[in-house]
């Protein structure tokens, strides 16, 4: 959970409290029961205020001990788990040599491909090259004959 969702339930939970606080004080109540919910109110209080602290101090923690990992610091960052942490860009720039073979003999074999069919044509490759014969190819023979 994020720190903004945080704060806004923590804003709804206080909104809460303070409306079931006002609807409470606004009854009628004898001094015993308004007495328990006084105490009760302040025991929830001192124990908001003490889980706030503690999950504060745990954000912190983890905040420090992931930077201090992320800057090569810390307890246990060994020899292994650098290497560890370079595995996976490894296999990331060993992908993209074999994506970039790949494609550049995928090209190559097209373009032998399409050499080949030009060079075993009935037509000479001179034709292919000429500006009416692409006009033939694109819209057919002409309409008024031969």
Do not use: C
């Not at 806004?8 to 029961?33: N, T, Y």
């Amino acid at each position: 959970m994020n720190n903004a969702t945080y704060l806004q339930r923590e804003a709804q939970m206080d909104r809460f409290g303070l409306k079931v606080a006002a609807h409470l004080d606004d009854l009628p109540l004898p001094h015993d029961i308004s007495e328990r919910l006084r105490v009760a109110r302040q025991q929830a209080l001192a124990q908001r205020k003490t889980a706030s602290a503690t999950q504060t101090q745990a954000a912190a923690s983890v905040s420090a001990s992931g930077s201090a990992a992320v800057l090569g610091g810390g307890e246990g960052f060994s020899w292994f788990n650098r290497f560890a942490s370079a595995v996976p860009v490894l296999a990331l720039a060993i992908g993209l040599v074999a994506i970039h073979i790949n494609v550049n003999d995928d090209r190559a074999n097209e373009l032998a491909e399409v050499d080949t069919q030009l060079l075993t044509d009935d037509l000479p490759p001179s034709a292919h090259t000429d500006p009416g014969f692409a006009q033939y190819l694109k819209f057919g023979p002409p309409a008024g004959g031969q």
